[in-house]
């Protein structure tokens, strides 16, 4: 962790999706400015190989680090479960976050939900991660994981609703359905956008775990423990991206319902 108070929170992402995890943080720290880095050239990374995420994610946060950030979030579920500790290792000094840990965190103060579905991309289940961690602190967790790759691009449509996204949740989510659970976590960025879909699928009765809203509560504490969160002046956010600038424009308008300026290409 540098300990300047002033210097801007790092987020990044694969690409937009980690939009989620910068509005909780704008929600929960209105006064630190943020630096996001989303990796729209090189997006997706759900599909990809755990030593082509973990080149791409030391990428990103080496860029964050070298705009003097201080401290990194990385709000893609994919590059959080395979390159967390990786570039951890690589940037000992820097206080670095990943989107896993604050929500199986979480779930240690709920010691009534026993079943847990985890959805996310091919990666971020296939590499366990999730499910590691959250028997990790409870061995009699009944988890249930499940990839769901058409959420992505559903969600970029802004398909939020609808015939077709009822069909794609049913597709995916039936046998979580089958056989109720307790809560599910929604493990990649984009699905808390799909939020309400899932909510009312599951007619309402399994408690949806936004890692998002977690992870930024955990940047908080981290900041407040170290004394390090902003009192002074803060600077604009900035976005910064490996493609073009106007389509991620586009895209973030879906996510955060706003306008966003400051979009550099790099
Ligand atoms: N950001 C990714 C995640 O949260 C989703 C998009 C991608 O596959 O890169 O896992």
Do not use: W
Request: glycine share 6%; net charge negative; charged share 20%.
């Amino acid at each position: 962790m540098l300990f300047s108070n002033h210097n801007p929170i790092g987020i990044f992402d694969s690409g937009v999706g980690g939009l989620t995890v910068f509005a909780e943080v704008k929600k929960l720290l209105p006064e630190e400015s943020v630096f996001y880095l989303g990796d729209t050239a090189r997006v997706p990374y759900g599909s990809k190989s755990v030593d082509v995420i973990r080149r791409y994610s030391l990428a990103n946060v080496s860029m964050l680090a070298a705009l003097g950030v201080k401290a990194v979030v990385i709000a893609c579920n994919t590059a959080s479960a395979v390159a967390l500790s990786f570039v951890q290792q690589c940037f000992p000094n820097l206080e670095i976050i990943g989107v896993i840990d604050p929500v199986v965190n979480y779930l240690r103060t709920r010691p009534e939900l026993k079943r847990i579905g985890v959805i996310g991309t091919n990666m971020t289940i296939a590499s366990k991660a999730y499910q590691n961690a959250l028997l990790k602190n409870d061995a009699e967790l009944d988890i249930v994981a499940k990839s769901c790759p058409l959420f992505v691009p559903l969600v970029e449509e802004g398909l939020f609703e609808g015939e077709i996204t009822e069909k794609i949740i049913d597709m995916y989510l039936s046998a979580m359905k089958a056989k109720p659970l307790d809560a599910l976590i929604l493990g990649c960025t984009h699905y808390p956008m799909l939020r309400k879909a899932v909510y009312d699928y599951f007619g309402g009765k399994v408690e949806i775990l936004d890692t998002a809203f977690h992870t930024a509560k955990k940047l908080a504490e981290v900041l407040t423990e170290n004394s390090a969160l902003n009192c002074g002046q803060k600077e604009p956010d900035r976005f910064f991206v490996t493609d073009s600038p106007d389509s991620f424009r586009l895209t973030a308008e879906l996510f955060l319902g706003r306008k966003i300026e400051n979009v550099f290409h790099v």
